[in-house]
Every structure is written in C-alpha cells, then in structure tokens.
C-alpha cells in the first residue's frame, strides 16, 4: 500500500489519483470471465456461438430434475449473458459476480461433480473469478470506477 506524505491528506491505494495495482489486475480477469459467459448465455439464448440453445438447455435442465426447468433455463441464461456483459463493463460487478458464482457453484455441484475432475475445471475457475470480483469488484479501469472518480469531482 502507497502512502503520499508529501501531503497533509494522506492517500492510500485506491483512493484519489494512485494508479493502483489490483486496478489493472482485475482487467484480465473481467474480459476473460466476460467473454465466456457472454459467449455460453448468448449459445443457451439462441443456440449461436457456443451453446446448446434454449429448447436443449431446457431439456438438460429437465433430466436432472431441476424444479421449473424452463423458467430456470431463461433465468440462467440471462444470468449468464446479462452478467458477462455488466463484469465486461464494470457495472454492478459485485452484484453480477454474485449471481455468476451461484450460477457456476449450481453447474459444478448439478453436473460436473459427477464427471470426472477435468470436465468441471472451467466452472471452478469462473466460480474463483466470480468470487475475486465480487471482494475486489470492477476498478478504476470501469464504468464503476469512472462513475467514482466523476463523484468525486463533482464533491470536489
């Protein structure tokens, strides 16, 4: 943690204008996470891309006995895609990442924990992604952070 003593108000990381570290740490991790739900919510969508489209989702969702498959496909869907588009922005990331990392803990424990480990490695990494935005949410580098430095000026 920087600490500027050249100043009677002392700025520590992540506050007023230090470039910190975690700010740019988060940025690949964000683009990668996005770019996989957006791609998998857009496939359970439409079935463009990568993903089975809704009617064999909802089918998938109906064999393992998840109660209301239909609304449930559509509600992890959205999740899915609408979350990968709001991390990839940086807007209510914490909020996105949460429901992101129910939607992986959900896939891992429903379907990949009877496979064998390398088929559920995917959903464990977005699941530690997931959590890692939610404690460090979006950055500087973000419409989060960009709405934060705007507050600030505007206090200013």
Not at 61 to 81: D, K, N, R, Y
Not at 99 to 125: H, W
Not at 126 to 140: C, H, P, Q, R, W
Request: hydrophobic content about 50%; proline content about 3%; overall charge neutral.
């Amino acid at each position: 943690m920087e600490i500027n003593t050249n100043s009677k108000k002392m700025w520590r990381c992540g506050e007023g204008e230090c470039a910190c570290g975690h700010d740019l740490a988060v940025i690949p991790l964000r683009l990668a996470a996005a770019l996989i739900f957006i791609l998998h919510g857009w496939g359970k969508l439409t079935g463009g891309g990568i993903g089975p489209g809704m009617e064999a989702f909802t089918g998938l969702l109906t064999s393992l006995q998840v109660p209301f498959p239909a609304f449930m496909a559509w509600v992890v869907a959205v999740v899915e895609f609408g979350g990968g588009i709001a991390i990839l922005l940086g807007i209510f990331t914490r909020a996105a990442a949460v429901l992101l990392a129910v939607n992986m803990a959900v896939a891992y424990l429903l379907v990949k924990s009877k496979m064998p480990f390398t088929s559920g490695e995917i959903d464990i990494t977005l699941f530690a992604i997931s959590l890692a935005l939610v404690g460090l949410g979006a950055g500087k580098y973000s419409i989060e952070g960009w709405w934060k430095g705007r507050e600030k000026e505007t206090i200013s």
